[in-house]
């Protein structure tokens, strides 16, 4: 039972690099999202999936750029890190959007320098 | 705008001792209500509360909806130190939008003292 899936668990990059997070499920769910985790703000949805090769902002987009080309795997790609960037990331999937039950990944912790 | 806020947002109690833990929300379309366990890494579900289903039991947790207050508590008998955690609330919602389909709220951090 692997579940959700995102790799990796820890990278640290410089102001200006780019670099994908990884997430992969294996429950057959069509909704994904990508949700970062900051001191006192709690869980923020960066960008979201309904399904193979539809996406949507969540409420912190900028900087990040999402594709779904199969039910699978959801990467999120950081286009041009900035420290503000420097966050926990979790991977999150369910059955489909009117199924609120969401399963997480293990998380990315990520350090911008 | 929709939102979920949650109180208080830490708390140290000791073994043995009954917490509850709030949570409101103004959620547009509401669908139901979510809790979530949060200890070193990925958030687990606990609970999830909809109109057919006001009140979860797990054990020595539970949980309530009040429609009418706009609002859930969590509950935690004979606290253990395995109960430290951030306790996470979420409403569900009945569209996507920015929000996709659930809001979080920013969490209750508890600490149980031996």
């Known amino acids: 039972n692997a579940g959700v899936t995102q790799t990796p668990k820890f990278q640290v990059l410089k102001t200006g690099q780019s670099m994908t997070l990884q997430c992969a499920q294996d429950?057959?769910?069509?909704?994904m999202s990508w949700y970062r985790q900051d001191p006192g703000m709690g869980l923020r949805l960066i960008h979201y999936s309904v399904g193979a090769g539809i996406t949507d902002q969540g409420e912190v987009p900028n900087g990040y750029n999402v594709s779904r080309s199969t039910t699978e795997d959801f990467p999120l790609r950081l286009l041009s890190a900035a420290p503000s960037q420097t966050s926990v990331y979790f991977c999150?999937?369910?059955?489909?959007?009117?199924?609120?039950?969401?399963?997480f990944g293990s998380g990315t912790q990520l350090s911008v320098l | 705008e929709d939102k979920v806020v949650q109180s208080p947002l830490s708390l140290v109690v000791h073994e043995g001792d009954t917490v509850t833990l709030n949570c409101s929300y103004e959620v547009t379309n509401f669908r139901s209500l979510l809790w979530y366990k949060q200890e070193k890494k990925a958030p687990t579900f606990l609970f999830m509360l909809t109109s057919s289903g006001i009140e979860k039991k797990s054990g020595r947790l539970s949980s309530i909806l009040d429609k009418k207050e706009l609002s859930s508590i969590l509950n935690i008998t004979a606290t253990q130190t395995g109960d430290s955690a951030i306790y996470l609330c979420?409403?569900?919602?009945?569209?996507?939008?920015?929000?996709?389909?659930?809001?979080f709220g920013k969490g209750t951090k508890l600490s149980v003292k031996p």
């Open positions: 979420a409403g569900g919602l009945n569209y996507g939008g920015s929000q996709g389909n659930l809001i």
């Open positions: 429950m057959n769910h069509e909704y």
């Open positions: 999150a999937s369910s059955y489909g959007l009117t199924n609120e039950k969401l399963f």
